[in-house]
């Protein structure tokens, strides 16, 4: 059998005496979004972190396309979106500026070619050519979560991770960066994990949904399986609580 | 018709221009009230001006009555014995909100000597849905979960048993299930104590589900506003049905 795309095996991180995470392992196949989900402290950004090279796993392994990952510094190819993006953020670079740092750092191309990538890349999550000179500070808050994923997607990353992006937004801008993020992936045809405490928004932008719970992975499935016969009590409570709180379909008054 | 608890007419507040342009509404006894739009289209800035909390430079102009009194032009005094003990506000969030050297039984505790009560923290907390037990009783903020500091808030607000209650975005940080559970605390608490809550979201979903009226507004105003399953279920105004639209897309109930 092939080996996956990405494969996590028995992730353990502990902070002093509190467990982050237990032995979280899970395979993801290029092309594919997961849903990551939980409650707060369920362990989804630890593990997020991890993959990224932010921190270093007590035990296990991850695997990106045939790569070892956990070495000591982040690594370039797993990019992560954070859920401040207005703090992560310089805020007195110039949006090309903040899309071209990845470039620069990777030492590809002239100035001159960076900046017309730069430009490629504002373009490609719905921002004017006019505003790449404006400042970080002088954009809207979801302005500014493009511009975070414009300078993810410069550093061609082989696994975008987006960690609570959108929770923070309010449904209108939620909507449209969820728009952004489907048009992206069928573009780019990117390997992406969503975390999420909102199950529906997982749902609905995601193949297959991963449910975690005090440093586990508790059940990891394709969407409509998740949803539709959900096995684990912490997955059947959310399929629940998603369903109390979804919308009545348009015109069930 | 029950003459209404808080009946709010023509209310303007202006900085240097309109932040709030012509708002009329009413609020029932014992009735959850929803209120939703955009970031910054003014909804915390109405839940101050309930509350006549906005400072100088800003003008407010209007009629908020509260059970048919004026709010609008009362002394600072007169709001004081206002604020706590008819209208309580839940903040956005709860980490801030609480005193991160206070243990939580000082902390309730605090808010009922603050408004001359006598009660005892126990109870406030109980009706909030949170057992007083020594663990929760001698904890500092940052040593409870989310779900349990949102309480405490929640036992604070309750404890001068106001009239009206307004949470500010009280579910954002909050995973599914416990919004639904705070949810069904909201609605027994109305039920027992005939306290009306104006509950602020930016969330049409989670609205549904737990308000009985809705106000939904706009750059300043109110477009529409309505029972909650009329105005959702067939809104009269095109930016209503584009919020909803909106939240339909970032929303999956089924497999």
Redesign the interface.
Known sequence: MAEPFLRVEGLTKSYGARAALRRAGFVLEKGRMLGLVGASGSGKSTLARCLAGFERPDEGSMRLDGKVLGGQAPAPQVQLIFQEAAASLNPRFRAEEIVSEPLEIRRRGTPALRRKMAAEWLEMVGIARAASAKPALAFSGGERQRLAIARALAAEPQLLIVDESLSGLDVMLQAQIAALLADLRRRLDLTCILISHDLGLAARLADEIAVMDSGEIVEHAPVEQAMGSPRHPRTRELVEANRLLALAPEGAA | MPEALVQVRDLRVTLSSAILDGLSFEIAPGSITGLC???GCGKTTLALALLRLLPEPYRVEGSILLGGRELIGSSEREMRSIRGARIAMIFQDPILALNPVLRVRDQVREAIRAHGLTGRPEEALELAGLEPSRRIMRAYPHEL??GERQRVLIAQALACRPALVIADEPF?????????ELSALFRDLMRRTGTSFLVIS?????L??LADSVLVMRSGRIVEQGPV??V???PADGYTA??????????????
């Open positions: 739009g955009e970031s979960s989310g954002t940080a909050l995973d599914l299930p416990r919004v639904v930016h969330s049409p979903g989670v549904a589900h399953d009329r959702f279920g067939a584009r919020l909803l639209a909106a939240a339909r897309a970032t929303e999956r109930a089924h497999g």
